[in-house]
């Protein structure tokens, strides 16, 4: 059974730092993606950054470009997301998700195939 949990959330001032932890389990895949997405109070959900397995590519949402680092520990079936030079607009609950086929674009909510139950990033002074 595929199980992601993620951990790494809580209170940050802005300009502060926090680092997210997807732990991944169930599967042996050679190719597959992993996602991370957030959804703020009332608004939609957004493809943050993704990784592939494959290759190591990495994708970032614009508002995070040079702020957020997403990466891998394939030892530990983990993926990680540092995020840096954190803003008050960043307080979502983040979320990864795993991608199996890639037939959809890497933020396309739609082309997940399992969610973790997500974190809860607050971001205030």
């Known amino acids: 059974q595929v199980e992601l949990v993620e951990s790494g959330g809580g209170l940050v001032q802005p300009g502060g730092s926090l680092r997210l932890s997807c732990a991944a389990s169930?599967?042996?895949?050679?190719?597959?993606?992993i996602v991370w997405f957030r959804q703020a109070p009332g608004k939609d959900i957004e493809g943050v950054s993704c990784?592939?397995?494959?290759?190591?590519?990495?994708y970032y949402a614009d508002s995070v470009k040079g702020r957020f680092t997403i990466s891998s520990d394939n030892a530990k079936n983990a993926v990680y997301l540092q995020m840096n030079s954190l803003k008050p607009e960043d307080t979502a609950v983040y979320y990864c998700a795993l991608d199996l086929t890639q037939a959809a674009g890497w933020d396309d909510e739609g082309g997940m195939d399992y969610w973790g139950k997500g974190t809860l990033v607050t971001v205030s002074s």
């Open positions: 169930g599967f042996t895949l050679d190719y597959y993606a």
């Open positions: 990784i592939v397995s494959s290759d190591g590519s990495t």
